[in-house]
């Protein structure tokens, strides 16, 4: 299965956000010497905060000294995960950054500045930070995941991949194993992946939402449908409603047309955060079950929330031309997204998105190069498949292109709600 393109984060930047400073909530040691006051570190126990919402009244409420600003700074972020406003985002960082005025070189609160610019997909922020952190504590693992995660997304991926050794030597722990899971992904080695990944399931035992983002995760990496389902479904009791977990199980849902069930795991998961992966996610179920006018309205809500993410600081020109490229919305304006950002994240992933935006542009012949540079690790990520497979098609080269569209197929023959269907019928018919 493969995990829809989420605005808010990439899945190395979800590791830094949400593991990464789990990590350092627990005492790792990028903490700062003076531990926080009992009631906080309860609540910013690893995955277990009850209310970010209650945390950020309680820290407001205090004097404004360098420690409340960390924790006040890092609870806007978990708000943000749990209702999706990225307004909080200008406030985290309002927050961090008084923090380091009051306590210049401050890990934890440098960390959460890292986690941050990692969301925002300011890449190459965020490995400056890194940077300073790692000169700042050379033994301390964090530092290393946010340098890691950044030089990932700028396509410097064996530098990428000696960091994540270095952060794996150091602290074995959910978030380098996930971060060593997704390394082996984007190298072809899916075995790998998925045996890294159980180490983080393993090293998650006894923590109910970290045991449920890893079960997300095996779901992810998994081979066949009913596998998936069952880790979504584990995941889901284990942090009842969750919202990606709900996303991930209505996604099974839809692979099979099942849209009467997966509709409503949808709704549910859009109603929890409405997050723009997930409106799009609702607007391709609406569109493939009929209903065009529902449809059409969660698409306008997606361009409204993808507009108010980036007012607050994110770069989401690759997402945002994705979704305009896979849904016909103004495809001149996709492919200036898509060179943007390909300028800002020149990924596999940058390539990819640049490819398909001048294939639907008709531009097929540039399209190509793009498409081989996608592909340049070995790993076989089934979208990136996909859109080689329509370039060859685009091209004349009927043959060929059916090859790579079966390919695709046999790496995820789900990987997309409305493009699975159009490359079973191109695979079979050209």
């Known amino acids: ?14 590791a830094a956000a949400v593991l990464l400073l789990g990590g ?16 906080a570190q309860r609540l910013l126990a690893p995955w277990s905060a009850p209310s970010a919402a209650r945390l950020i009244r309680d ?14 700074g890092l609870a806007y972020q978990q708000r943000v995960k749990e209702t999706g406003d990225p307004n909080l985002y200008r406030l985290s960082e309002q927050a961090l950054r008084r923090a380091l005025r009051l306590a210049p070189g401050d890990r934890l609160a440098l960390t959460g500045l890292g986690g941050l610019a990692l969301i925002r997909h300011d890449f190459r922020g965020a490995l400056v930070i890194g940077r300073r952190l790692t000169r700042a504590a050379p033994t301390a693992a964090p530092g290393y995941g946010i340098v890691g ?5 700028l396509g410097r991926y064996e530098e990428a991949f000696a960091a994540f050794d270095r952060m794996g030597s150091l602290k074995p722990s959910i978030a380098s194993y996930a971060r060593i899971s997704y390394a082996r992904e984007l190298l072809g080695d899916q075995r790998g992946a998925v045996a890294a990944m159980e180490l983080a399931a393993d090293a998650a035992a006894g923590d109910p ?3 449920s983002w890893a079960h997300l995760q095996l779901g992810d990496l998994a081979s066949r449908l009913s596998v998936g389902r069952r880790h979504f479904r584990r995941a889901l009791e284990l942090s009842p409603n969750d919202a990606a977990a709900l996303d991930a199980l209505a996604d099974t849902y839809a692979a099979e047309g099942r849209f009467g069930e997966a509709i409503p795991l ?11 992966h997930y409106v799009e996610a609702l607007g391709d179920m609406y569109a493939r079950s009929g209903r065009k006018n529902l449809a059409r309205a969660q698409y306008a809500r997606y ?9 607050n600081g994110s770069r989401t020109e690759l997402e945002a031309a994705l979704f305009r490229l896979d849904h016909g919305i103004d495809l001149r304006a996709a492919l200036r997204l898509a060179k943007a950002g390909r300028a800002a994240r020149p990924s596999v992933l940058g390539d990819d998105v640049y490819a398909w935006a001048l294939a639907r542009n008709g531009r097929c012949k540039e399209a190509l190069p793009s498409s081989e540079r996608a592909l340049r690790l070995g790993g ?8 080689r497979g329509m370039i060859e098609r685009c091209l004349g080269r009927v043959a060929e292109s059916r090859r790579w569209l079966r390919e695709a197929l046999r790496r995820d023959p789900n990987f997309s709600i409305l493009w699975s269907p159009r490359a079973r019928q191109l695979a079979r018919i050209g």
Not at 149 to 153: S, T, V
């Open 380 to 387: 076989r990520d089934a979208a990136a498949l996909f859109h």
């Open 149 to 153: 995660d950044a030089l990932l997304e």
């Open 266 to 276: 949808q709704q549910r998961a859009v109603a929890r955060v409405p997050d723009p």
């Open 24 to 39: 350092v909530f627990a005492g790792s040691p990028a903490a700062p010497a003076a531990a926080p006051a009992p009631d």
């Open 303 to 311: 361009l409204e929330l993808d507009a108010e993410f980036r007012a």
């Open 1 to 14: 299965m493969t995990l829809r393109l989420a605005i808010a984060g990439t899945a190395a930047a979800l």
């Open 59 to 72: 820290l407001r409420a205090q004097d404004p000294d360098a420690k409340t600003l960390t924790l006040l």
């Open 209 to 211: 939402r970290a045991s």
